[in-house]
């Protein structure tokens, strides 16, 4: 057998014990997944190791995306891989920094709730956010949300779609057949490629990894993502070719762990993109069953359109500093 065609057959072998893994995670009726960095400020900072001065990223930036955590929770009448939006029981996501929590929401029912962690986001952000007592009269919601305490509003006030959108087919296909055509475009690009080869086994779990050109593969990801746009917020954009063509094309590996046949962990080496030989850089995704989401035991209700125009006219509003003057 000549060498492409054991490749080939390694790569087919691979990829069919790798889909089993994922496949088992839709099985489940919920699901949790952090994301993260492994790394640390130094090694952040020296990405940026040729912006012109007054330009690099201030240590600040670098020591908040390294400590980054986002964590999801979801629950669901049925198995996932066959649930729908109306099938989801609950949900939970939460962004965490190196000073706690940042933001937090969750979604029980017909309820959204949604937590700030003021003190974290102050010190993230590296300046005061408006004191509640010194907003205007008017500002009734973004009183709420900046005291630090749970609010709430019903969770279709969230999702219920602009005119544009409802008039719009193509707007809005099935879920599945977003789900479907998304996926089939991953897995051709996976095929096309990414190198897949067996590693064995380690500490309990078994090893696959996934080696593939850094740039390529990532404007390959944006470009079959794009049946999902419509579902993204208003004015988020998903980068395109033109925007990533600055992004090294070096090679990359992930290293897939799966346990009792389960896809555990995924970790992406990105030391090959940091100007540093430091061998801690990698983005790090960890997956298990996820925890049943739990209304607050105290929440107000706050109308979400009326926060939207309140933070907007943020600027004008006075700082903690300034309202002490």
């Not at 054991?6 to 489940?28: I, M, P, Y």
């Not at 005061?128 to 907003?135: F, K, T, Y």
């Not at 009792?260 to 090959?272: H, Q, Y």
Request: net charge negative; aromatic share 2%; proline share 7%.
């Amino acid at each position: 057998m000549s060498a492409v065609a054991c490749s080939t057959a390694e790569n087919v072998t691979a990829a069919q014990k790798l889909d089993k893994a994922v496949d088992k995670l839709g099985q489940q009726t919920s699901l949790s997944f952090e994301l993260g960095l492994d790394t640390d400020a130094a090694t952040l900072k020296a990405l940026d190791s040729d912006a012109a001065p007054g330009e690099e990223m201030p240590e600040q930036v670098a020591e908040l995306l390294a400590g980054a955590r986002v964590s999801v929770s979801v629950q669901s009448k049925k198995p996932l891989q066959d649930s729908s939006a109306t099938d989801i029981t609950g949900m939970a996501m939460k962004v965490s920094g190196p000073d706690g929590d940042l933001l937090e929401y969750r979604q029980v029912d017909d309820w959204a709730y949604l937590r700030a962690g003021v003190k974290p986001l102050e010190k993230a952000a590296g300046s005061q956010l408006p004191a509640p007592e010194n907003l205007p009269p008017g500002a009734t919601d973004l009183k709420q949300l900046l005291s630090g305490g749970w609010v709430k509003m019903p969770a279709d006030s969230l999702t219920k779609s602009t005119p544009d959108q409802e008039s719009s087919p193509s707007a809005n296909p099935s879920a599945q057949a977003r789900q479907k055509k998304v996926l089939n475009g991953l897995q051709r690009l996976i095929n096309r490629e990414v190198q897949l080869k067996d590693t064995g086994t380690k500490n309990g779990a078994d090893h696959i990894t996934a080696t593939a050109p850094f740039r390529t593969l990532l404007t390959g990801l944006f470009d079959e993502l794009r049946p999902l746009a419509a579902d993204l917020p208003q004015g988020v954009k998903l980068p395109t070719s033109k925007d990533l063509k600055d992004v090294p094309d070096k090679k990359i590996t992930a290293d897939f762990a799966i346990k009792n046949g389960t896809l555990n962990e995924v970790s992406v080496d990105l030391a090959p993109l940091a100007q540093t030989k430091s061998d801690k850089f990698a983005l790090i995704l960890r997956l298990g069953r996820g925890d049943r989401a739990t209304a607050p035991a105290q929440a107000t209700q706050i109308d979400p359109n009326a926060l939207t125009q309140q933070i907007l006219k943020g600027p004008a509003l006075p700082s903690r500093e300034e309202s002490a003057l």
